[in-house]
């Protein structure tokens, strides 16, 4: 199993542009979820989903859009990258009734 | 609102020392507090969690202690490594549908050989 892959690994963007992250994972998790890593904030929940075609916000959802269409997929969509926005974008997921989360390997984006 | 409070931001510890990081909570419905391990450029990774039912949890090197009474738990990191060397997350979530983890800010620990 490769677990939680993300696509890509790094990217940079102009302001304004727009990109979509991709989330993938093999486990049959119901849940998944997007976290932002800023450094000394920790890690910070943008989106959630507890299953195919559900979204929810978390604690940090604006300027951010998810789709779950599939259940093994979860996308995050910039529609208008601001420079706040650069950080490192971490996928998670978990399986129902189950508490760990298991995590991608992070996808480093940054606004100029 | 802060609700997992982590400290220290960062901890030098000598081979073979015990490495200490306290994490405090204000949600008393919060039921489950991981540890996670993250080494640079890597994701976050379950080093090991606890319950509030139990006040402490041993592996391997790795101890949780948890008090519920005060709402604060701590990692102890036993004989200290250089390969322990890493950002160590505390965390906390709740039984319900779709609730995700509240980390704290994390503590970048370095084991100096």
Known sequence: NAGVTQTPKFRVLKTGQSMTLLCAQDMNHEYMYWYRQDPGMGLRLIHYSVGEGTTAKGEVPDGYNVSRLKKQNFLLGLESAAPSQTSVYFCASRLTGAREQYFGPGTRLTVT | ??????????????????????????????????????????????LIAIRPDVSEKKEGRFTISFNKSAKQFSLHIMDSQPGDSATYFCAATLNQAGTALIFGKGTTLSVSS
């Open chain 2, 1 to 46: 609102q802060q609700q997992v409070k982590q400290s220290p931001q960062s901890l030098i510890v000598q081979k073979g020392g015990i490495s200490i990081i306290n994490c405090a909570y204000e949600n008393t419905a919060f039921d489950y507090f991981p540890w996670y391990q993250q080494f640079p450029g890597k994701g976050p990774a379950l």
